[in-house]
């Protein structure tokens, strides 16, 4: 890549990183993006899946390609020294400022996406690319059908031409000119829910037999739950579920009358995770029939896991060693983190690589942390993986 191309990229990721916005927010992103693709004079369309880009680069009748970046920060107060740090603060219904920071690389994951886009824009091929610039990956915010900006890109119809999809995300220790992948189910099956417990106030010493216990009937539910993986799940089968915060009670000598608990379910397979919400759905039926609490859950987020498909990878592996060398390629494990990318996976067959962007410092961090850092040395692998892997899946599709 042109060092004049490095250079503009890095300004353009700086300016995203001191900017970072929210999902279903992104609009200064967004306008920013728009500026980029009105200089390359490439086509697009705003406003899809709320706050979303998607732009096209036709070249006669051809395969259609995708190719995804997510554009989305995280309420995280930055703690790095970088110039362009992040100092964005918004502030929240209850007057409360919320710090934000680009702490999973969304705004490299665009910038990326951009020098492909520049790339593919003077590449002579046979066909059309995608450009999704996707809102909202981290979470589904105050979305009223709790869905994420993935979600709602592959249910607006745009991927209905898509013949495969390419997406990529960094991973800050993992050193610059590597590439990891898993085949198969790589990234599992995320839910975030909420489970509200009524009970009946009641004093508690003098008459708790008056009262319905939400306290005691929470801590049931968090040993119930708990014990549905190591009792009821196959011990091979990769799943977590983790209560993460509680609360609830008025006084140390009320009973309490509700408790709100909240926390993630994690599985690789699509099945089992479907069955540990039933189990829980179960679960929380049983106790709240014999205590006489009124127990109810909800989920704010419910991501499928993602596929990442074989004959894809395989038809990018002269690409991927061209980029990286072929010592350089490593498999590695699923991990039980989630990405929205997921359903753009089930929807096409696609792969999804994790990038090295390892800092050249002693002390690096990993994603979502405060001090994380990503070497900016990665944009070039990133963006000519995008546009090169576009390019042969054009001609192999």
């Known amino acids: 890549m042109q060092k004049d191309l490095i250079n503009k990229l890095i300004t353009i990721r700086r300016k995203i990183h001191a900017n970072p916005e929210l999902g279903y927010q992104e609009n200064e992103t967004a306008d920013l993006i728009c500026n980029e693709l009105n200089a390359l004079a490439i086509p697009y369309r705003k406003n899809i899946a709320k706050t979303g880009v998607v732009a096209e680069i036709s070249k006669g009748n051809g ?9 989305d920060a995280l309420p995280i107060k930055e703690e790095n020294t970088l110039d362009f740090k992040s100092e964005k603060k918004i502030r929240a219904a ?93 990234l599992a099956c995320a839910g975030f829910f909420k489970i509200e417990v009524k009970g009946i106030m009641a004093h508690a010493s003098i008459a708790p037999h008056l009262g319905i216990d939400a306290v005691l009937v929470s801590s049931q539910i968090i040993q119930s739950v708990t014990a549905i993986v190591p009792k009821y799940i196959a011990p091979t089968e990769a799943i977590v579920i983790s209560f993460t915060k509680i609360n609830g009670g008025v006084a140390p000598n009320v009973i309490a009358d509700k408790v709100v608990l909240e926390g993630t379910v994690r599985a690789l397979d699509l099945n089992t995770f479907n069955d540990i919400k039933e189990r ?61 990318f997921a359903f753009f996976s089930r929807k096409v067959p696609s792969m999804f690589y994790f990038l090295g962007a390892k800092d050249t410092k002693d002390d690096c961090y990993f994603l ?16 000519t993986l995008l546009a090169e892997g576009a390019l042969k899946l054009l001609l192999t599709n």
């Not at 400022?97 to 520049?118: E, K, Q």
């Open 94 to 186: 209850n007057g409360m400022d919320i710090p934000l920071m680009h702490a999973c690389g969304h705004d490299i994951h665009t910038t990326m996406l951009l020098g492909a886009a520049t790339i593919l824009k003077d590449a002579d091929f046979n066909g059309k690319v995608k450009l999704f610039f996707q809102p909202s990956e981290e979470d589904v915010y105050d979305d009223p059908e709790k869905k994420s900006g993935g979600q709602r890109m592959v249910e607006s119809g745009e991927l209905e031409d898509v013949k495969a999809a390419l997406g990529i995300h960094v991973h800050p220790l993992l050193p610059i000119g590597k590439v990891a992948y898993k085949l198969g189910q790589a």
């Open 280 to 340: 829980i759905q179960k679960v929380i039926e049983g106790i709240g029939l014999y205590s006489g609490a009124k127990i109810s859950i909800e989920y704010s987020l419910n991501y499928p896991s993602l596929l990442n498909d074989k004959n894809i990878h395989e038809n990018l592996t002269t690409t991927l060693e061209n980029v990286f060398g072929k010592t350089n390629i490593i498999p590695v494990d699923a991990i039980l983190g989630s990405e929205d």
């Open 63 to 71: 395969p259609c390609i995708a190719l995804r970046a997510d554009m």
């Open 368 to 383: 979502h942390h405060p001090k994380v850092i990503f070497n900016e040395d990665c944009i070039s692998y990133g963006a």
